[in-house]
């Protein structure tokens, strides 16, 4: 199992709609900017396949006291990372299976920047995804893929692919 996806742990205010198939969503744009609700609804991936299971880890960063001064620990941040494994199949319809998965590496669209540019507005941010399945919420980045193919037609078109998030 294993979709990395990264984000501070936290809970949306109101209760999510439950979705029995799971799905993946973009939350923000190239500028980290919300997305309007209609532009994630149409850039919504449904999984063909649920996953067998989700691997999720916390990790809190802590921060210490001064050499000099009384130990004292504090928390900074909690981050939490999800990964799983998925399958994606077009057997039936004879399409290409990676005109789906490509899909969900367009929202991993890592944090880049020009080198040769030095302009601020030049950068582009990841989208932050939204992962829903059940009564399961969770918000972060896609920071990892990796797809394989195992399954193609006689004509050599791919027509499964396991998508894994470490």
Known sequence: MIMAA???SRHPNVQPEW???ATFMPKTDEKGKTLPSSEQEKSKVEVHFNPESLDMSFAGAVKKGKKDQPAQVSATETTATLSMELIFD???TGYDVRTETIRLVRMMDPTQKTPWKKKVDNKKLPSIVIFQWGTIWFEGCI??????????SAEGV?????????
């Open 90 to 92: 077009t057997t039936l």
């Open 143 to 152: 920071d990892s893929y990796r797809e394989k193919i195992d399954f193609f």
């Open 19 to 21: 979705r029995t198939i």
């Open 158 to 166: 791919p027509l499964r692919a396991t998508s894994l998030f470490p």
């Open 6 to 8: 990264q984000a501070k």
